[in-house]
């Protein structure tokens, strides 16, 4: 358990710096609460960019992208608007959802970003 939490852990720092190399600022991370979390929130511009990261050294089970399930999805919805009601201040601002998917291993690794992945409900 502790080797998976690392590599996420790893995972989520090379998905930061890849977005902020694309212009992205930080503003949080691992924002948790019992509802779900949020990996990442970045700036892009006024957006506030709610970012699920997501890393698969094998494409045996399919790939790092198809993990994010709708149910995930819900989940992150949900930690966003409890983000939000304690972040009033922030309300007003544009949100966006998207996933950053990592496939491969350290050699070939592919990062894939994909901008506003899915909507709140």
């Known amino acids: 358990m502790i080797g998976r939490l690392r590599r996420g852990a790893a995972a989520e720092t090379r998905a930061e710096r ?10 949080d991370r691992n924002v948790r609460c019992r509802l779900g979390e949020i990996d990442l929130i970045m700036r892009d511009g006024d957006t506030f960019v709610m970012i ?56 070939e690794e592919r990062i894939q970003w994909i901008k506003a992945a899915f909507d709140a409900e």
């Open 52 to 107: 699920e990261v997501r890393q698969r050294s094998s494409a045996s089970f399919g790939d790092a992208a198809a993990t994010v399930t709708r149910h995930k999805q819900r989940r992150l919805i949900a930690a966003t608007r409890w983000w939000l009601s304690h972040n009033p201040e922030h309300a007003a601002a544009p949100i966006r959802f998207d996933v950053v998917a990592i496939d491969g291993g350290p050699a």
């Open 18 to 27: 890849w977005l902020a190399g694309q212009g992205l600022r930080r503003h």
